[in-house]
């Protein structure tokens, strides 16, 4: 009696045991997906600054010469 037991108690140490190390591996694995997805945001957002930027410039640009244009006809007016 004392023996079953005994190993009752064992297979219930390995299993709480093997459930802990399968949450800690669940974790980490989510961890990495979301340190992933995080990179990819972050790559995202970057190039979007990035376009915002060069459309900020080229409609500077547009507008420089839309001046410039604006100049020209008053003078021939």
């Known amino acids: ?3 079953n037991l005994f ?5 219930v140490i390995v299993l709480i045991f ?3 190390v399968a ?3 669940l974790t980490t694995y989510r961890v990495k ?3 992933s997805k995080d990179q990819s945001y972050r790559m995202l957002a970057q ?3 990035m376009a ?3 459309a900020a410039e080229e409609l500077a640009e547009l507008r420089a010469r ?3 244009v604006e100049r020209l006809l008053k003078e021939i007016d």
């Open 1 to 3: 009696m004392f023996d």
């Open 7 to 11: 190993a009752l108690v064992i297979v």
């Open 18 to 20: 093997l459930a802990v």
């Open 23 to 25: 949450k800690q591996a």
């Open 33 to 35: 997906v979301e340190s």
């Open 47 to 49: 190039e979007a600054v």
């Open 52 to 54: 915002q930027i060069r």
């Open 66 to 68: 839309l001046t410039e």
